[in-house]
C-alpha cells in the first residue's frame, strides 16, 4: 500500500491499521488542543479551566479507545475474546496499573474526596490539586509545619492506596475541625474570672460559626449519624501537675486554625496582662509546709497531736 513500509516487511493490512490508528491519535490530539483553545479563551476561572481540562482529556482517550478498538478488533466475538485475554494479561503482568486505574474508577464513582479537598491518606496530609488516571497530588500540609499549613512541597500519590488506605476528609460532610487550645494557670491564679474572660473570648471568635454548622449539621445527618449535642464554644477545666488548665473548645474552618488560634492568644495575652490575680502556670519546682501553707483546720490537726516535731513559724 506504502512503498516506504514495504521495507519493514508489513502486510497491506496492517499498513491500513497502523496509519489509521496514527491518523486518529493525532486528529484527536489536535481536536483537545483546538477545543481547550477556545475555551481559554473565553473561561477564566481556574478550577472552570481545571475541569474542561480535565473532562476533555477523558472524553478523547475514551473516544479514542473505541475508534481504535473497532480498527483492530473485527466483529464482536473477537473483541470479547480480546477483551478476556487482554484483561489476565493486565491482571498478572500490570497488576499496580490495574489498581491505579480501579482506583481512579472509585475516585470518579464514590468521590470520596474532590479537587480543592483537604485530606489525608496514611501519613500524608494535604490539598488536592489533581486526580489523573493513575495518581492524584497533594499540596502537602503539616509535616515540619504546624497548625496544617503548606510546606510547599507537591505528593504524588497511587490512585490504588484509596482502597487501601483510610482517608480522613476535613470538608465532606461536616466541613469544620474541632480545635482545642489548652492555657495553664498556676494554683494562686483566679481561675474562675479566667474561665469567664476566655469564654468570652471564644465567642468573640468563633460564635458566629455555630448557626452556619447547625445548618450542615442537619444537611449532613441525612447522610451520616453526626450527632452533636454543643456546637457553641465551651472551656473546660482540670488540674494539671504545675497549675489549673483550662482548655478552649471552638468550631473552626480547617484552613483558618491557625489564624484564629493567632487571634485568640493576642486576646488572651492582653487580657491577662490587665488582671493582677490571673498568672500564667509553668513549670516549677516548690516546697510546701502543710503546717505554714494548709488550709487553717488542717493546720491544727498538724500542729496537734500530728505535728508536735514540726517548728513553729517564725
Do not use: C
Not at 92 to 115: K, M
Not at 211 to 240: D, F, H, M, Q, W
Not at 259 to 273: K, N
Amino acid at each position: 500500500m506504502f512503498d516506504w513500509l514495504q521495507p519493514l516487511g508489513l502486510s497491506p493490512n496492517l499498513q491500513r491499521r497502523l496509519l489509521t490508528t496514527l491518523a486518529m491519535v493525532v486528529g484527536l490530539l489536535l481536536l483537545r488542543r483546538l477545543w481547550l483553545a477556545v475555551v481559554y479563551r473565553r473561561v477564566r476561572d481556574p478550577w472552570a479551566r481545571y475541569r474542561w481540562r480535565k473532562g476533555t482529556t477523558y472524553g478523547v482517550v475514551g473516544i479514542g479507545a473505541i475508534l481504535v478498538g473497532r480498527v483492530w478488533v473485527e466483529g464482536i466475538g473477537a473483541l470479547a475474546t480480546f477483551l478476556g485475554l487482554a484483561s489476565a494479561g493486565l491482571l498478572i503482568a500490570l497488576r499496580d496499573v490495574v489498581a491505579n486505574v480501579a482506583g481512579w474508577a472509585h475516585l470518579l464513582w464514590r468521590r470520596p474526596f474532590e479537587v480543592g479537598d483537604r485530606i489525608q491518606i496514611g501519613q500524608h496530609a494535604g490539598d488536592v490539586i489533581d486526580i489523573g488516571v493513575f495518581q492524584f497530588t497533594l499540596n502537602e500540609i503539616g509535616v515540619w509545619v504546624q497548625a496544617d499549613q503548606s510546606t510547599g512541597r507537591l505528593i504524588h500519590i497511587p490512585n490504588g492506596r484509596v482502597l487501601t488506605e483510610p482517608i480522613a476528609n476535613y470538608y465532606q460532610g461536616f466541613p469544620f475541625l474541632w480545635h482545642e487550645i489548652p492555657v495553664h494557670l498556676s494554683f494562686e491564679s483566679n481561675w474562675r474570672k479566667a474561665k469567664a474572660i476566655l469564654t468570652q473570648i471564644a465567642v468573640r471568635h468563633a460564635e458566629h460559626l455555630t448557626a452556619e454548622a447547625e445548618r450542615n449539621l442537619l444537611e449532613v445527618s441525612r447522610k451520616y449519624l453526626i450527632a452533636y449535642t454543643k456546637l457553641t464554644p465551651i472551656v473546660y477545666t482540670k488540674v494539671g501537675e504545675d497549675g489549673v488548665v483550662l482548655t478552649l473548645r471552638y468550631l473552626v474552618e480547617p484552613r483558618r486554625r491557625r489564624g484564629t488560634e493567632q487571634a485568640i492568644w493576642e486576646d488572651i495575652l492582653d487580657e491577662f496582662a490587665r488582671e493582677s490575680d490571673i498568672e500564667f502556670g509553668y513549670i516549677t519546682r516548690r516546697g510546701f509546709s502543710h503546717y505554714l501553707e494548709g488550709k487553717p483546720a488542717l493546720r491544727d490537726r498538724v500542729g496537734g497531736t500530728e505535728g508536735a516535731n514540726v517548728p513553729p513559724p517564725l
